[in-house]
């Protein structure tokens, strides 16, 4: 992509779409075990071994869940940001430390994208009513994880039309290229967000009482075991890791 949009592409990386394993239609609670477990070895994990252990399993995730090729086709900012900490970090510390951040920042990406893309919107609204979250809060869970790729969609459109219309083709600085684009996004997302409010009011969304979902939020035989293999496994390596730094008696 040669184009201002590039950098846009990294939301293709946690773009939903659609249901392809059984991994996106696991319980949001054993994902969030999953992704915390991970989460937290990658930022507590100090050695590089132990770090590509994590790195391993976060990009098993991925591939199990069948979005490594969407994932890599939108992870061109991801390695520029890389490069970037490698770099700093290589000049200002040291290449081990510079290695551990890359890695450490690599799990993080990595896990999230895994939790992101292989979600539901529907879902999180359903486990968040579930759990009797506030309508402020399920909102904006929801306009965000369903109307930031339908942006990112509609901004791609735009472009591509202005580039159509002869844009790009004189040499200019990239706020002037960037001044076409703007407008008509802006303008279109006031029509979906009022599009939104409208359904929303449709739908009673601001009257009183406990709202239900017809989504089953109940956890199976199979969520139950993913979650006590994942737990398992999540404490033997932290386990593993806090008796490394025990002292050694003499």
Known sequence: MNYPLKMLS?????????????????????????????ITMASLFDKVVELICVLVAAITLI????EAKQWLKGSLALWIIVAIVFLV?????????????????????????FLLSTTSPDRVVAFL?????????TA???LALRFTPIFML??????DAQRARGLGLRRESFVKKLKPLITPLVVRSFQVLHNAA?????????????????????????DVAVMVLAASLIAIGLAVHLLQLLPVPF
Do not use: P
Not at 63 to 66: E, G, I, K, N
Not at 154 to 159: G, P
């Open 198 to 222: 409208v359904t929303m009011e449709v739908r009673a969304f601001n009257v009183e009482g406990r709202r239900t979902t017809s989504l089953d939020t109940s956890l199976k035989v199979r």
């Open 89 to 113: 970090n290589g000049f200002l510390a040291s290449i081990y430390v510079a290695t551990l951040l890359v890695l450490r920042l690599t799990c993080f990406v990595i896990t999230l994208s």
């Open 154 to 159: 509609d901004a791609q459109k735009i472009w």
């Open 10 to 38: 990294i939301l293709e990386m946690i773009r939903f779409r659609g249901e392809k394993t059984w991994l996106h239609s696991m319980d949001l609670r054993v994902k969030l075990l999953i992704v915390a477990g991970l």
């Open 140 to 142: 904006a869970f929801m």
């Open 129 to 137: 009513t579930a759990m009797g979250a506030g309508r402020g809060v």
């Open 63 to 66: 591939v199990l869940a069948r």
